[in-house]
């Protein structure tokens, strides 16, 4: 299994561009979830999902929008990049017990 | 406002040493509080402590949740320097349709030989 996989690793956006943060699990797991960490700040969910078809807003969801087709795929959609989304975005998969999280994506806007 | 505090904010021991690391929450619809482990890169999960599983143990790291006092302690006995990164905790809450995951900013743990 490859786990929860992110791309891509790293990526430099000029303000006001858009661009979508792929994530990729091949665990089945049905939660899957979306955090950014600021240095020092721990981390912030943005978006979650409880299944295909299923997402709902976490605690910093402004200026991001995600979908969940399938089971397997969770992108993160950035509308408008501003500098305050730069940040190392982690995204997770779990099955409600403890969560798995992908190498990250590390995005400067500027 | 879901809270979660976390001390100290680093830590610097010797190889050998046992460390406690503290969390304390704030949250409605209390469901669970989970320790992480960071290195380099991603978190990896350690523990999940539940109002029915309230002390867990691996290996050298045990952690004990205390719903009355609302805090949680990370336990590490005979460190390594393996045991270097930084320990985060997160509380999950949920409630009318909700749900909030609301992490520390974790403690820095530097174990030197």
């Given at each position: 299994n490859a786990g929860v996989t992110q791309t891509p690793k790293f990526r430099i956006l000029k303000i006001g561009q858009s661009m979508t943060l792929q994530c990729t699990q091949d665990?089945?797991?049905?939660y899957m979830y979306w955090y950014r960490q600021d240095p020092g700040m721990g981390l912030k969910l943005i978006y979650y999902s409880v299944g295909a078809g299923i997402t709902d807003k976490g605690e910093v969801p402004n200026g991001y929008n995600v979908s969940r087709s399938t089971t397997e795929d969770f992108p993160l959609r950035l509308e408008?990049?501003?500098?305050?989304?730069t940040s190392v975005y982690f995204c997770a998969s779990g099955t409600g017990i403890g969560q798995y999280f992908g190498p990250g994506t590390r995005l400067t806007v500027t | 406002e879901d809270k979660v505090v976390q001390s100290p904010l680093s830590l610097v021991v010797h190889e050998g040493d046992t460390v406690t690391l503290n969390c304390s929450y704030e949250v409605t619809n209390f469901r669970s509080l989970l320790w992480y482990k960071q290195e380099k890169k991603a978190p990896t999960f350690l523990f999940m402590l539940t109002s029915s599983g309230i002390e867990k143990k691996s290996g050298r790291l045990s952690s004990i949740l205390d719903k009355k006092e609302l805090s949680s302690i990370l336990n590490i006995t005979a460190?390594?320097?393996?045991?270097?990164a930084i320990y985060l905790c997160a509380v999950e809450s949920t409630g009318a349709g909700s749900y909030q995951l609301t992490f520390g900013k974790g403690t820095k743990l530097s174990v030197i030989p």
């Amino acid at each position: 299994n490859a786990g929860v996989t992110q791309t891509p690793k790293f990526r430099i956006l000029k303000i006001g561009q858009s661009m979508t943060l792929q994530c990729t699990q091949d665990m089945n797991h049905n939660y899957m979830y979306w955090y950014r960490q600021d240095p020092g700040m721990g981390l912030k969910l943005i978006y979650y999902s409880v299944g295909a078809g299923i997402t709902d807003k976490g605690e910093v969801p402004n200026g991001y929008n995600v979908s969940r087709s399938t089971t397997e795929d969770f992108p993160l959609r950035l509308e408008l990049a501003a500098p305050s989304q730069t940040s190392v975005y982690f995204c997770a998969s779990g099955t409600g017990i403890g969560q798995y999280f992908g190498p990250g994506t590390r995005l400067t806007v500027t | 406002e879901d809270k979660v505090v976390q001390s100290p904010l680093s830590l610097v021991v010797h190889e050998g040493d046992t460390v406690t690391l503290n969390c304390s929450y704030e949250v409605t619809n209390f469901r669970s509080l989970l320790w992480y482990k960071q290195e380099k890169k991603a978190p990896t999960f350690l523990f999940m402590l539940t109002s029915s599983g309230i002390e867990k143990k691996s290996g050298r790291l045990s952690s004990i949740l205390d719903k009355k006092e609302l805090s949680s302690i990370l336990n590490i006995t005979a460190t390594q320097t393996g045991d270097s990164a930084i320990y985060l905790c997160a509380v999950e809450s949920t409630g009318a349709g909700s749900y909030q995951l609301t992490f520390g900013k974790g403690t820095k743990l530097s174990v030197i030989p």
